[in-house]
C-alpha cells in the first residue's frame, strides 16, 4: 500500500514541477511583450496550475518524464480552456 502512495505523490510531484516549468514560461512571455498581470490573478493562476498539474501527472502517468511532461501540458489544456471561455459568450436560458 506504502508503494502506490509514494508512487502516486512522486507522479503528483513531477506533474507540478512540469505545471511550475510552464507557468515560468508564460510569465517570461508575458514579460518580454510588456503585458503586466496583477498579483491576485497571478495567484489564481498558479494555484490552479498547480492542482492540474498535479492531477494530469498522476493520471498521465508514464514514468517521471511523462509525469513532468503531462504537468506542463495541462497548464496548456487550461489556458487553451480559458482562451476559449473568453471567445465564447455562455446563455443561460431560464
Known amino acids: 500500500m506504502n ?3 509514494n508512487h502516486l505523490l512522486i ?3 513531477f506533474g507540478v514541477l512540469g505545471a511550475v516549468l510552464r507557468v515560468i514560461v508564460t510569465v517570461k512571455k508575458m514579460q518580454g511583450s510588456g ?3 496583477e498579483r491576485g490573478a497571478f495567484l ?3 494555484l490552479c496550475a498547480l492542482v492540474i498539474g ?3 501527472g498522476i493520471i ?3 514514468g517521471r518524464t ?3 511532461l503531462a504537468g506542463y501540458a495541462g497548464v496548456d489544456l487550461m489556458k487553451g480552456y480559458a482562451t476559449a471561455f473568453k471567445r465564447t459568450k455562455i446563455q443561460v436560458k431560464r
Do not use: K, M, N
Request: aromatic share 28%.
Open 44 to 46: 489564481v493562476y498558479f
Open 3 to 5: 508503494e502506490v502512495i
Open 54 to 56: 498535479a492531477f494530469s
Open 66 to 68: 511523462g509525469s513532468f
Open 60 to 62: 498521465l502517468d508514464f
Open 11 to 13: 507522479s503528483a510531484l
Open 35 to 37: 503585458r503586466s498581470f
